[in-house]
């Protein structure tokens, strides 16, 4: 049969809910289950809560925060890769491969790198630059989906005048056009 509750619980309940303690926290310490920590709780005048939200949202936002600023630091560094892989397109090499029956190593001294290794090197810069952008658009860039939107619609408005007044000069411009 479990213990009665008395005074001295509520008293430490109240205290250690005051001190921040979480209902578990609370339970541990005064060596109840956290169901009688919860009943004691309740039967408080106001009852006192448990509700960790507010804390959970701060740390939500704290988190989110520091996520946004880990991203736009990457986006940096992202960028920086692409302007090193950039400055490579033109860049002395030099080019290895064995060859040969005994598989000597060779190597050529380029005055830039092969057609094929450009490309690469083009793909390579295209996905960095995409990827920063990505994470940390450019100024306007959250915009620009409205802005292609409005010339779009723009651009319909303009076709469906001009055809319209195209079928009005196919008419004989009756109406006076």
Do not use: C, Y
């Amino acid at each position: 049969m479990p213990r009665p509750i008395d005074d001295k619980d509520r008293a430490a309940v109240r205290r250690l809910h005051a001190a921040g303690k979480s209902r578990n926290d609370i339970a541990r310490a005064i060596k109840r289950s956290p169901s009688t920590v919860s009943k004691i709780a309740a039967s408080f005048d106001p009852p006192l809560s448990f509700d960790r939200a507010p804390q959970v949202e701060a740390a939500t936002r704290v988190r989110t925060a520091d996520l946004a600023a880990r991203r736009a630091a990457l986006a940096l560094d992202l960028q920086g890769d692409a302007e090193r892989l950039r400055a490579q397109l033109w860049a002395p090499t030099v080019h290895g491969e064995f060859a040969g029956r005994e598989g000597d190593w060779h190597e050529t001294h380029l005055p830039q790198p092969r057609f094929g290794d450009q490309r690469a090197i083009i793909a390579s810069v295209q996905t960095a630059v995409g990827t920063s952008l990505r994470l940390a658009p450019a100024e306007g860039g959250e915009d620009a989906g409205k802005v292609r939107s409005m010339l779009g619609a723009l651009g319909e408005a303009l076709t469906q005048a001009a055809n319209d007044d195209r079928a009005h000069d196919d008419d004989g411009g009756a109406a006076g056009g």
